[in-house]
């Protein structure tokens, strides 16, 4: 069965200084994963994938996550974060395209403070 | 297109009271899920729908809840009898090339 742990349940940090959400998976298949953004009141969003090819991955908003097979790893990374990223980030995992079934970790809320 | 749409955004309801969610997935899409997110709980996968048939109910908490998809453009989630545990904000979500798209969500308030 595949999960996900999202270890950050909550990571404050400072108006345009980087920051790193984490992200570990256990699957026995290979896997797609997924970071989606959720800004209060709303649904979610998909920020980027990984499906295959290159592990470093860009998505939307200046976010990008590397896909680390070896440390079952899909760590989420900003450079410099605004206050409009506040919001809560979920990684999320499916069986390679077996299924579209998608299992999502805890989340983590990025607060960013002026 | 118009995106995945969840009616009605609020719901406020007394112990005991049937409710329904409904859910028109966007066009296209052949797999339909509802997840429920509570503070306690995070996000849970309630069913999905392949090609509008139930692949897997294992996250239905209890004979409760009910959902159906009797066509690709429209699904329900029902809840008989409700209880105050069931409030919840719930999703719809459809999904593409294994990329799901959400709906703005369905907040429940059982009193």
């Known amino acids: 069965a595949q999960s996900v742990t999202q270890l950050d349940s909550q990571v404050p940090v400072f108006e345009e200084a980087p920051v790193e959400l984490r992200c570990n998976y256990s699957s026995s298949v290979s896997v797609y994963l997924f970071w989606y953004v959720q800004y209060p009141n709303q649904g979610l969003q998909l920020l980027l994938k990984y499906l295959s090819g290159s592990t470093l991955v860009k998505g939307i908003n200046g976010f990008e996550a590397e896909f680390n097979k070896s440390q079952t790893s899909f760590h989420l990374r900003k450079p410099s974060v605004h206050i409009s990223d506040t919001a809560e980030y979920f990684c999320?995992?499916?069986?390679?395209?077996?299924?579209?079934?998608?299992?999502f970790g805890t989340g983590t809320l990025l607060a960013v403070q002026p | 297109d118009a995106g995945v749409i969840q009616s009605p955004r609020h719901e406020v309801t007394e112990m005991g009271q049937e409710v329904t969610l409904r859910c028109k997935p966007i066009s296209g899409h052949n797999s339909l899920f509802w997840y429920r997110q509570t503070m306690m709980r995070g996000l849970e996968l309630l069913i999905y729908?392949?090609?509008?048939?139930?692949?897997?109910d294992s996250g239905m908490p209890e004979d409760r809840f009910s959902a159906k998809m009797p066509n690709a453009s429209f699904s329900t989630l029902k809840i008989q009898p409700s209880e105050p545990r069931d409030s919840a904000v719930y999703f719809c979500?459809?999904?593409?090339?294994?990329?799901?798209?959400f709906g703005e969500g369905s907040r429940l308030t059982v009193l």
């Open positions: 979500a459809s999904s593409f090339a294994g990329e799901l798209f």
């Open positions: 999320a995992v499916n069986d390679g395209g077996a299924t579209n079934k998608l299992i």
């Open positions: 729908f392949n090609n509008n048939v139930p692949i897997d």
